[in-house]
């Protein structure tokens, strides 16, 4: 009998399984480090290789299973099932992923954006509480998004939807950014944004930061919290331009919740409330009435749990 | 034989009719003044009144109309089919009015706030070129806005989907806004907003918009074409501001199209230009190349056509 859905979260450093039941249960989940080398050419084979290696160790068969769905960095073709531009993957050339899904296991693999695909982890099982207008931002490295609107992922024509972390900003400073603009919202607000920003600062000023050789968001959150005026002139700063950013989509689309999620986001309640702050300046009141702000609650479990919801609901459905 | 739409755009100056076919072709349209009197307490029976007699001297019959779809200001209650906080009209308290239109006419009336119908006769007949998804924002004496979502309207969870006019202006100025905060788009980008920082900025130095006692943002545009550098500067400004909020709407939805509409648009490709320069500058170039900005087309006409489309496509999947 079919039971179990197989999600997969395809990263740059680890890929991660788990095998779900339609409740959303995680009744199995492992992980194998991304094989980057030889341009990424083993990584299809090393996933089917052990999904296969580890519903044998289980005594699952592959007749249990409902389907697969696949988040990944890059470019996804719905209707090739290929990857392209995934280039931390080591990949340069079109993948076809679900091809060799389909030849290898039998298996259905859906395959979606890895941000949109945390986006419906968290709408599923996290904070989102299944709202059908929903958008996800994910402070890490970089700045991502996922978009839901009436019960739908917001592909965008160009597959450039929920290209949060390219919202401009104005400001007084002059970050580049990859994509080729400056002062993207990632280029301050995510992890590498708020170390460039503190770093700028510290050296104008004496703070607790200088005391720091490399320093890490982690280490800026933490003399924030512990009263250094610097590290909290940084903090505030970024809270504003992510306030003033989730102010403008919740304007915009009027969605029930924004969720905060990312590695920058386990500073918790102390970036929430300050993020919080600047958005109920800028939003209109019946959208303060009616949009929340919180923060994601599945950590890493986002996005098997979002790629297992992809097959649950269907493709274009969701 | 049904055969016509019938399109109505409720207005606080004017309430306008079209009789229009299921092509788009508008074969028959009328207005009457808003009698806001007595609280607007006669504005629906007056407009059941005017239809009953255009159809009457038409020789057309009440069966020959599909159904009858209208776009108005203030909070629609789609479940009871009436109208609340239409101030501008004059009305206090909801208004049924698709239970006036069923008791006296017979027909089915979908309504749909104003600025999200706008978007639909773009969408239809206008620029937006039947695109899944488009972004219409509107520029009269405030901003408005209307967004479209894989072929559906965006209401948003409290119903204040597309308040583009009140995404919060990060800038030097402190114009306060009726919706209670500060530096609201509309503020500084609508008819009003430009006049406002025409008159702030005109106080400070020689200019040629001295010369007009009251000033109206045709003025503004007139004299910035032809080379006044104070009213340049207000246009400047407020294609930067308008820009900037269109990036970033991209950048969220990454559209086909932003249609840029109503009273101010009239400056036509001298506005959009501004604008657009500075909207590339803030968009993912994926986005660039794939969503573009265009002026609207239909003026008037784009109310009574997307009501048209409501009864076309049905309220829940335009």
Same mark, same amino acid.
């Given at each position: 009998m079919k039971k179990y859905l197989l999600g997969i979260d395809l990263g740059g450093t680890t890929i991660k399984f788990g095998l779900i039941l339609p409740t959303g249960e995680i009744v199995h989940q492992w992980s194998i480090p991304t094989n980057t080398e030889q341009a990424g050419s083993n990584i299809t084979t090393e996933m089917i290789?052990?999904?296969?290696?580890?519903?044998?160790?289980?005594?699952?068969?592959?007749?249990?299973?409902?389907?697969?769905?696949?988040?990944? *960095?890059?470019?996804?073709?719905?209707?090739?099932?290929?990857?392209?531009?995934?280039?931390?993957? &080591?990949? #340069?050339?079109?993948?076809?992923?679900?091809?060799?899904?389909?030849?290898?296991?039998?298996?259905?693999?859906?395959?979606?954006n890895d941000a949109n695909v945390a986006a419906l982890g968290e709408k599923w099982q996290g904070s989102g509480e299944d709202a059908a207008n929903l958008v996800f931002m994910t402070l890490g490295t970089g700045v991502g998004g996922g978009v839901i609107v009436n019960n739908q992922i917001v592909?965008?024509?160009?597959?450039?939807? &929920? $290209?949060?972390?390219?919202? *401009?900003?104005?400001?007084?400073?002059e970050f580049s950014c990859t994509c080729g603009n400056s002062n993207c919202l990632e280029t301050l607000a995510s992890a590498t944004?708020?170390?460039?920003?503190?770093?700028?600062?510290?050296? $104008? #000023?004496?703070?607790?930061?200088?005391?720091?050789?490399e320093l890490s968001s982690a280490q800026v959150f933490q003399e924030a919290q512990? &009263?250094?005026?610097?590290?909290?002139?940084?903090?505030?700063?970024?809270?504003?331009?992510?306030? #003033?950013?989730?102010?403008?989509m919740a304007n915009l689309l009027?969605?029930?919740?924004?969720?905060? &999620?990312?590695?920058?986001?386990?500073?918790?309640?102390?970036?929430?409330?300050?993020?919080?702050h600047h958005f109920?300046?800028?939003?209109?009141?019946?959208?303060?009435?009616?949009?929340?702000?919180?923060?994601? #609650?599945?950590?890493?479990?986002a996005g098997i749990l979002g790629a297992a919801y992809l097959v649950k609901e269907g493709e274009n459905n969701v």
């Open positions: 290789a052990s999904i296969q290696q580890v519903l044998q160790q289980k005594q699952i068969g592959l007749d249990e299973i409902i389907g697969a769905g696949m988040g990944c *960095p890059g470019t996804v073709d719905r209707t090739e099932g290929s990857i392209r531009n995934a280039f931390n993957l &080591g990949w #340069t050339t079109p993948q076809l992923v679900r091809a060799q899904f389909q030849e290898n296991l039998g298996l259905e693999l859906v395959i979606e592909e965008g024509v160009g597959g450039a939807g &929920g $290209e949060i972390g390219h919202f *401009p900003v104005i400001c007084s400073h944004g708020i170390v460039n920003l503190a770093k700028k600062y510290r050296k $104008e #000023t004496e703070t607790s930061l200088n005391h720091f050789e512990a &009263g250094d005026k610097v590290a909290l002139q940084v903090v505030d700063e970024i809270s504003a331009y992510l306030g #003033t950013a989730c102010s403008v009027n969605p029930s919740v924004i969720v905060i &999620g990312g590695g920058v986001s386990s500073a918790k309640e102390f970036l929430l409330d300050k993020i919080a109920e300046q800028g939003v209109f009141p019946t959208v303060k009435e009616t949009t929340q702000l919180k923060l994601a #609650t599945l950590g890493n479990d």
